[in-house]
């Protein structure tokens, strides 16, 4: 089955910097690769996503890159706000099945004012 | 439309007892995934219901199940809780029955087992 790996486990930065948040998965068939946000004490919510046969989305201050070949994706949060400080996660489809999702471990992102 | 809503919110047990938990999806959605979330291990995948089918399953025991009725609504059950079962139980929901798509979640059950 699908094993995905999260890296940072928490991650600091000051208000305006950059953040980026790094998964690698084991199945090369999985093809759906989303991120989650979740606030303290809130659901998870997508933010969002990425298929397989593309290898960069953008939505305003957040992007995702997919390298199918090294098996890696990652999260990009530019011009950071107070307001993204959340636990971050990835996931995968198990490459098996369309239906299962595997989750990283979680990043808890801290942007400090 | 409505949310995901989960009934409880918050559950506390003695080891040893059983559990059911129930989600709604939203109207319209019927896939429901199941996932056990604790500090250290993160969000863990139990099984994903469609059209009453159970279609997946993660690596629990069977202690875990679960069902789902014809108007979407699922129901997971622990029977035999133990001490490590205590977590928050998120289910999510999602239209399709093809191809992966956004997941919505539920706020989750707090289960506590003493």
């Known amino acids: 089955g699908e094993n995905v790996e999260q890296h940072p486990s928490t991650l600091s930065v000051q208000e305006g910097d950059s953040a980026v948040i790094k998964c690698t998965y084991s199945?090369?068939?999985?093809?759906?690769f989303p991120w989650y946000k979740q606030e303290l004490g809130k659901r998870p919510q997508l933010i969002i996503d990425?298929?397989?046969?593309?290898g960069e989305k953008k939505d305003q201050r957040i992007a995702v890159t997919l390298n199918k070949t090294a098996k890696h994706f990652s999260l990009h949060i530019t011009e950071t706000q107070p307001e993204d400080s959340a636990v971050y996660f990835c996931?995968?489809?198990?490459?098996?099945?369309?239906?299962?999702?595997?989750f990283g471990k979680g990043t808890l992102l801290t942007v400090n004012p | 439309k409505a949310g995901v809503t989960q009934t409880p919110r918050y559950l506390i047990k003695t080891r040893g007892q059983q559990v059911t938990l129930s989600c709604s999806p939203i109207?319209?959605?019927?896939?429901v995934s199941w996932y056990q979330q604790t500090p250290g291990q993160g969000l863990q995948f139990l099984f994903e219901?469609?059209?009453?089918?159970?279609?997946n399953k993660g690596n629990f025991p069977g202690r875990f199940s679960g069902r789902q009725f014809s108007n979407s609504r699922s129901e997971m059950n622990v029977s035999t809780l133990e001490l490590g079962d205590s977590a928050l139980y998120l289910c999510?929901?999602?239209?399709?029955?093809?191809?992966?798509?956004?997941?919505?979640f539920g706020p989750g059950t707090r289960l506590t087992v003493t």
């Open positions: 999510a929901s999602s239209p399709s029955g093809g191809a992966f798509s956004e997941q919505y």
């Open positions: 199945d090369s068939a999985s093809n759906y």
């Open positions: 990425i298929r397989s046969n593309v």
């Open positions: 996931a995968g489809t198990d490459g098996g099945s369309n239906y299962k999702l595997t």
């Open positions: 109207s319209g959605h019927r896939s």
């Open positions: 219901y469609f059209s009453e089918t159970q279609r």
